[in-house]
């Protein structure tokens, strides 16, 4: 019974066969997939690299221009040129290393943030916040204290900076002055992120409460509640 299928090779003087035009070109293609693959893990090779330094969990980054900024539980902050981490690529490349570690927040960084491409700010388990002017040498600003928890979310523009956290309220701080001009509440549980409008002029902010509020940033008042938006099966139990 004929078992080839239809594939049938030349018979050569010693009996064998050799490769019929169907199993040259299956092994051909064969070849051509390796090498592609092959020379696909080079190429990722040479255009990733690890940039270590931390020593806990990174909670955020900000980018300006050519540097690079990250927050960590470790309770650091820390500079990285993005100009010589293109130069660290290949797989024969040694981690690069922090240019400059700002003097962070001991009990561990939550969040981070850039506002108005000057001042950087990192939110804290000690429920400070804390705000570096980028402009000035990275000089630290005095810590700004109001929250009575974690503070879980920064965001800022126009010189105004927010901050909201476990203790379900957002503090409202001018960089300038560094002094707090006021709260705003409204979220039943923990306040879990915060984004400014490009004109300033509303602040939005998402809780553990599965509730979305819209806030006039000059009145401080909330005017709008997309409330139940996201709400799902499960009652929220509380912040994690």
Same mark, same amino acid.
């Given at each position: 019974?004929? /078992? ?24 051909? &293609?064969?070849?051509? &997939?390796? &090498? ?18 931390? =020593? ?5 980054? $900000?980018?300006?221009?050519? %540097? ?45 943030? @850039? /506002?108005?491409?000057?001042? =950087?700010?990192? #939110? #804290? ?15 630290? @600003? ?13 965001? #800022? ?26 709260? %705003? ?6 306040? *879990? $992120? *915060? ?22 940033? &000059?009145?401080?008042? $909330?005017?709008?509640?997309? #409330? ?13």
């Amino acid at each position: 019974m004929d /078992m080839s299928h239809g594939d049938h090779s030349p018979e050569r003087r010693d009996g064998s066969r050799s490769p019929s035009p169907r199993r040259k070109a299956l092994r051909e &293609e064969f070849e051509r &997939e390796t &090498e592609f693959f092959r020379r696909g893990e080079e190429e990722q090779r040479s255009q990733f690299c690890v940039a270590q330094g931390h =020593l806990q969990a990174v909670r955020g980054i $900000c980018v300006l221009g050519d %540097m690079a900024y990250t927050g960590s539980m470790d309770g650091t902050v820390k500079a990285w040129d993005l100009s010589s981490l293109m130069y660290a690529a290949g797989p024969h490349a040694t981690a690069p290393k922090p240019v400059r570690t700002l003097p962070g927040n001991p009990s561990g960084i939550s969040c981070l943030t @850039l /506002m108005d491409e000057r001042y =950087l700010s990192a #939110g #804290g388990w000690d429920a400070d916040v804390r705000v570096w002017d980028l402009a000035n040498d990275a000089r630290a @600003l005095k810590p700004f204290k109001g929250h009575s928890e974690f503070v879980r979310a920064v965001a #800022g523009r126009n010189g105004l900076l927010f901050s909201g956290g476990n203790d379900r309220t957002i503090r409202v701080w001018d960089v300038a002055s560094e002094e707090c001009l006021g709260m %705003m509440a409204g979220h039943t549980l923990a306040v *879990l $992120c *915060l984004a400014v409008a490009s004109d300033g002029r509303r602040l939005f902010s998402g809780g553990y409460d599965f509730l979305v509020k819209v806030w006039d940033v &000059e009145s401080r008042q $909330c005017v709008a509640d997309l #409330g139940g938006t996201h709400a799902g099966r499960h009652r929220a139990r509380g912040p994690a």
